[in-house]
């Protein structure tokens, strides 16, 4: 594992027509950046795109947790169905031939469980409150007998918290009561899952076991001024042999371009949250590939907006971070070749802050354009 504190990850993607991610309305997500509008991406698009693809998974296997509100329904089913808690989160439809126990009990063991990872969500009273409460309140109001057993916030759940649960589960199932507090010791810091370590965790109501992320991670936004344009399409239905006309109309919006990325990590915190240097050399591994390879998944089968990286610059030292984003605060205005103009921007603008302020770091680059370095270089520099 590398000795440097941070590495860092600069990176240009072109997306043809895509919508990789949506706002509130379905439309591309944008930023201002000096006075031009630029599609963006965001963070927590990105994240997780990279944590719950293939590629992530296959390198990291075993060390992935898992996000969710609706742990203590898993637990529920499994007592009430006769199936394993892995099995129940796996489908919930899940049933197996271990014993059962009645909805009473399991939903107060399932509640009692869920709330050691946050608050759980409040069960309706009636009418009684006025509506000025209710609204406070909606959002953390169950409204099915499955939610009265969710939490309010999503928890980020650790490997080894899922077999702690598991076995409490279990426990519970032969005893057919609620675990009592001192069982309910389900959080843990050792062994921790790598997207935890990475991304980092807040639980409101247990600080000690809220993690900070060693990995920083931009919105990325084009690197040029970008238009958000409508598709108009319509359908025909096939059935519909009488008429010429359209069985269905709709717009779809999206944009296309050249996107930069910058991602930093904290390596000192990722080996401290990992507590595994191995592990945190693969997980380094696995963020800079996925990075590179691993696309948003908005609209993909409308689009087929898959994309690798067709460049990326990966710096490592101690010297405080910088993004290298006002390359493109102006915006590439190119009537050649766009994306080389870009790697030219930010080659220059690396150039000038070195100078400017005598950051040491060291690099390596992996250009398509011109043929040099590859993403498999860049993974053992930046852990070596």
Request: charged content about 25%; proline content about 3%.
């Amino acid at each position: 594992m590398t000795s440097s504190r941070f590495v860092q990850l600069h990176i240009l993607t072109s997306y043809p027509a895509a919508n990789l991610n949506r706002d509130d309305t379905g439309r591309p997500k944008t930023v201002i950046m000096g006075n031009s509008q630029r599609l963006r991406v965001s963070s927590q698009s990105l994240k997780r795109a990279w944590r719950t693809s293939d590629t992530f998974r296959d390198a990291l296997a075993g060390h992935i947790g898992v996000r969710t509100k609706e742990l203590g329904e898993c637990v529920f089913i499994a007592l009430t169905k006769g199936c394993s808690l892995e099995d129940a989160m796996q489908d919930k439809n899940a049933t197996g031939d271990l014993p059962l126990l009645k909805e009473k009990p399991a939903k107060e063991i399932a509640q009692a469980i869920a709330a050691t990872f946050g608050a759980l969500k409040k069960e309706k009273k009636g009418k009684e409150k006025g509506k000025e409460q209710e609204t406070q309140e909606q959002s953390a109001e169950a409204t099915t007998p499955e939610e009265a057993m969710h939490i309010e916030q999503l928890a980020h759940i650790t490997p080894a918290e899922i077999a702690a649960v598991s076995r409490l589960t279990e426990a519970c199932r032969a005893s057919g009561k609620a675990p009592d507090a001192s069982a309910l010791d389900l959080l843990r810091r050792e062994h921790m899952a790598v997207d935890v370590a990475l991304f980092g965790r807040m639980l409101a109501a247990h600080k000690t076991f809220s993690v900070e992320a060693a990995a920083q991670v931009a919105h990325a936004f084009t690197v040029h001024k970008a238009n958000v344009e409508d598709d108009f399409f319509t359908a025909v239905d096939d059935l519909n042999r009488d008429s010429t006309g359209a069985g269905h109309m709709g717009v779809i919006e999206f944009g296309a371009g050249v996107f930069y990325l910058y991602i930093c990590v904290d390596t000192q915190l990722l080996r401290e949250n990992l507590k595994d240097d191995d592990l945190a050399a693969r997980a380094l591994r696995a963020v800079c590939t996925c990075a590179c390879t691993v696309s948003p998944t908005g609209k993909q089968n409308s689009f087929a907006s898959h994309a690798y990286a067709s460049y990326c610059l990966a710096e490592k030292g101690n010297a405080q971070p910088r993004s290298l984003s006002v390359a493109f605060l102006n915006g590439i205005n190119s009537e050649t070749d766009l994306l080389s103009d870009a790697i030219t921007a930010l080659t220059k603008t690396r150039e000038s802050f070195a100078q400017a302020y005598g950051i040491a770091t060291e690099s390596m680059c992996c250009n398509l354009l011109e043929g040099t370095g590859t993403i498999p270089d860049i993974c053992a520099f930046i852990t070596e």
